[in-house]
């Protein structure tokens, strides 16, 4: 099955939760995150705000905020195929960006990776399509955690895709630029 139908075929799938569904299993994951010893560590977390039927992020990312932490949303500029992450002071200070997804202003302190090695307690939280027993992931199919990766993953000491149990896929095809989240956290596993 090619990339384009397995997303066509997962995003329905996830589409097919109901509202409560969705709202039961993201408490689940968000639970989860909290447990997890690499999120308590962390000092900064690289988030996003949830869209359409994805796992809802807008309570992590308050909890992000309410523990003290540093919160960094995506900017999306779509004409440049390229995003940067800004640090969020309050989740009410978002405006409609991109695809009419909750983004972070221009001007707020940006998330950089000018240095070089591993900035011990960053955690970055991506979305995706799906994900298969390998750890890959298919996104959307516009590669923008992709090529951000590509230029700050030396930046970032650990990458977890938050998604649905149902949008596990029997196997996903890769290409040598598509990096795979070192962790997937779902409702079950």
Known sequence: MDKKELRRQMILRRDNLTEKEREIKSQLIMEKILDWDAFQKA?????????????????????????????????????????????????????????????????KALFESDDTGTEEGVVMLMPGVAYDRMGNRLGYGGGYYDRYLAKHEEKIEITCMLAFDVQQAEKIETKSCDIRPRRIITDRR
């Open 43 to 107: 000092q900064k977390i690289l988030s996003y705000c949830s869209f359409r039927s994805e796992v809802n992020t807008e309570e992590i990312n308050q909890r992000i905020l309410e523990e003290g932490k540093e919160l960094y949303l995506p900017k999306t500029y779509p004409k440049r195929h390229e995003m940067k992450f800004y640090r969020v002071m309050d989740i009410h200070d978002l405006v409609c960006g991109y695809q009419g997804i909750p983004e972070p202003r221009e001007g």
